[in-house]
């Protein structure tokens, strides 16, 4: 009888699921920041790929608001153990940004304005996992959370969803990023609770 | 968004690291050379890790992060960083 089984687990709404191990939830939107807040005007926002043959490919924001936005629905998780699920965002998919660019990198690491930096594998950049998003709640992003535009990589903790993000090296070896450099995990999973390096 | 603190809330976390007072512990910037006290420093955080940056020009001066077993310390974007010494 796996219907009944699964309806005597005891979570009344199925949350206590979607939290990964360590997590709790928040209702609030937190705000985590190691500078200044930048304003960046959209017209003066671009975006850049280079890849690991110094190939450039750039976008304004005119360029950005030309391609195909999705809107996603998706859970947030904080290394600093705040989740918060069903966050409503709009923005272009990496899969439409990357589409034409010919490269054989294995590895991505990202700039923000600021300085900021982080690190992820390219292959989760790509396959409807990541997005350059422009709109929250349906409202345009607000500079305390990114805005005008920052990545979105829900299925790694958030430190990697860079705010304010400028550009995307593509890089034939992984170069740690802000917090990668200081003992945070290369990767960031999560649901295998990787904090820590050696986690 | 202003600094979340200023530097004399680094003084616990790095109250494991130096055997001085940190606080009054002069920082030399490595990016526009102003001296600064550590108390003095924007301070950024706490989460993931503090980041201590010069009041003159932004720079990040200090990183601090604490892992499962390690306390991580980044002084790069120092010159130098001039502690009291004891009896000086
Ligand atoms: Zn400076």
New binding site residues.
Partial sequence: MPIITRGFRGHRSGDDERLPPGQYLTHDFPVLSTGPTPLIPPEEWSFTVTTETGVRHEWSWTDLMTLPAEEVTVDLHCVTRWSKLDTAWRGVSLDVLLEDVETVADYALVHSHGGYTTNLPLEDLLDGQAWVAFEYDGDALTSEHGGPARLLVPHLYLWKSAKWVRGIDLLLEDDPGFWEQLGYHEYGDPWREQRYQGD | MTATYDGNMLAGPLSDVFAVEVTTATAC?G??G?NSTVAELAVYGPGPGLVAR?P??D?VLLRVTRTADSIWLDLAGMASLRLPAAGG
Wanted: proline content about 0%; some cysteine.
């Fill in positions: 910037c990016g526009c102003r010069c003159g020009c720079d």
